[in-house]
């Protein structure tokens, strides 16, 4: 029996809640900007090509990844509210530092660089948050503590596309502030929100959030950086080591999890512009209601998820969720005949002007000061000659990306979700910090690695390839995930103190 007063229990799911609204603006800090960060560039730094699209988006999980062991290790000995405060407001001010990167005359697209990388580093504070709840929950709170952190997250994802589309009204242009040197426009008016967003959230982490510990049974107990609150337990019942082999395992599988959207995300606003024709406006506008799309059936997921681990645990949901996944990246394999329209072909084929002879030997693609037709947009739309592929692969159609989409909006979010309760589960009542760390950075690696291995892939090779090999990548994970299943269980379960 757990003896609990109803005031201490008010008070451990208050800074539960506030633990939510960190991981929610965590990642609203991600995805505010995901599908104007490529438009932006090319206009602020003409510069700036796809590949160097791929070390924007990584960056922020470059700095992610240097950050989580170092605030999970924080929090294994010091209040948690410091790394929390400290990550929070390294994000507010990275969020503002965005908002001026069109100020500088030159190296723009390294100042978006940096910015997209400190505020990477703010959001380092995952691992802390994490940690916090696996401690501050019973085991039979775990899953559903775990599940509501990661739709909070994914509800961090449906409303930060929805916060760009609505600044889209703003537009380009937008208004200028001569005296901050600011241009609040459809790119800067996301970031300086999730600034004020930010800066709220620190309020409430001093004023709500107060530092709690039980242990798989629910029993209260201090813990090194407890301010306080709670009440000593004569068995912890913490002795025992931890499978390790599971740990090691768990990080491989939520780094594939991770790597495999990563790429969805990043490829999102590219493919759209090369396959369907789209403008830069356009892409951010309807991959932003596409995303928003997901992430909303991302939360019904979560909910269904709770429920359904109680009948069939958590194990078994993950494998579900890996075969979702892979058949949606099936699906989003180009086949068919008909091949993309190419940038600026009404030039080729029918449109160029009389122009002197050594004009005509040049390729129409660097031929931008000829006089364009008339339905034809300043910008170019279609898939570039540059990428040699385009002229011999077909298009992905619209219905293929659409039925991808929603098959990867219902693995992930499951696949998401079980990693995070199995990995707490299997760590047990010992502080996990550090592990939590671990696991942030796996997938901050993972977020590193996707855009990169996409934009490389996908501009020199073409979606064929990048998306055959990510297939590949999820049937290995599910090889491994077969391996250690019977290993996957809770640290009280594995020393007979819990039945499963």
């Known amino acids: 029996d757990v003896v609990e007063s109803q005031e201490h229990y008010k008070s451990r799911w208050r800074s539960i809640w506030i633990m939510y609204l960190t991981m929610f603006l965590s990642s609203v800090g991600f995805s505010i900007v995901i599908m104007s960060?490529?438009?932006?560039?090319?206009?602020i730094d003409p510069t700036a090509d796809a590949s160097f699209l791929g070390w924007i988006i990584a960056s922020y999980s470059i700095g992610q990844m240097v950050a989580s062991p170092l605030f999970g290790l924080w929090s294994n000995y010091r209040p948690r509210r410091e790394p929390l405060v400290i990550s929070t407001a390294i994000s507010v001010a990275a969020n503002c530092l965005y908002a001026y990167v069109h100020v500088p005359h030159s190296h723009n697209k390294y100042y978006m660089l940096t910015a997209r990388a400190l505020v990477g580093f703010g959001a380092g504070n995952v691992a802390v948050v994490r940690s916090y709840?696996?401690?501050?929950?019973?085991?039979?709170?775990?899953?559903?503590?775990?599940?509501?952190?990661?739709?909070?997250?994914a509800v961090g994802f449906i409303l930060g596309p929805v916060f760009q589309t609505c600044f889209t009204l703003i537009g380009e242009e937008g208004v200028t502030w001569k005296f901050l040197c600011l241009q609040l426009n459809m790119y800067t008016a996301p970031v300086l929100f999730g600034a004020l967003l930010g800066v709220i959230n620190i309020i409430l982490i001093f004023a709500i959030f107060r530092e709690h510990r039980v242990d798989d049974m629910g029993r209260?107990?201090?813990?090194i950086n407890s301010d306080g609150e709670g009440s000593d337990v004569l068995d912890q019942n913490t002795e025992g080591s931890i499978d390790h082999v599971a740990v090691v395992a768990l990080n491989i599988l939520f780094f594939v999890i991770l790597f495999v959207f990563a790429v969805f995300e990043t490829i999102a606003t590219p493919l759209t512009m090369d396959?369907?024709?789209?403008?830069?406006k356009e892409a951010v506008f309807y991959n932003g209601i596409i995303l928003s799309a997901i992430g909303i059936e991302s939360v019904i997921?979560?909910?269904?998820?709770?429920?359904?681990?109680?009948?069939?645990?958590?194990?078994?949901?993950?494998?579900?969720?890996l075969l979702i996944v892979l058949v949606g990246f099936f699906i989003l394999l180009p086949w068919g005949k008909k091949l993309p329209n190419i940038q600026w072909q009404e030039i080729r084929n029918n449109s160029i002007p009389r122009t002197a002879p050594s004009e005509m030997l040049a390729p129409f693609w660097s031929l931008p000061e000829l006089q364009l037709p008339s339905n034809h947009t300043a910008e170019p739309v279609g898939c570039p000659v540059t990428q040699s592929w385009c002229l011999n692969t077909p298009m992905i159609y619209l219905a293929q990306y659409i039925s991808s989409d929603v098959l990867i909006g219902l693995g992930y979010p499951v696949c998401n979700v079980m990693s995070y309760t199995l990995y707490s589960k299997v760590l047990g009542p010992k502080p996990q910090g550090i592990y939590m760390g671990w696991l942030t950075a796996s997938g901050s690696g993972a977020r590193i690695l996707g855009p990169v291995f996409v934009s490389q892939i996908y501009t020199h090779l073409g979606p064929r390839w990048a998306f055959s090999l990510i297939c590949g990548v999820v049937v290995v994970s599910l090889l491994l995930l077969e391996i250690v299943y019977k290993r996957l269980i809770a640290f009280s379960v594995r020393y007979g103190r819990m039945q499963e």
Do not use: D
């Open 220 to 223: 209260q107990y201090k813990s």
């Open 133 to 153: 709840i696996a401690g501050a929950t019973s085991l039979t709170e775990r899953t559903s503590a775990m599940a509501n952190t990661s739709a909070c997250q």
């Open 301 to 321: 997921v979560f909910m269904v998820v709770k429920i359904l681990s109680k009948k069939t645990g958590e194990r078994a949901i993950l494998h579900a969720g």
């Open 275 to 280: 396959m369907y024709s789209w403008t830069r």
């Open 37 to 43: 960060v490529w438009p932006y560039l090319q206009k």
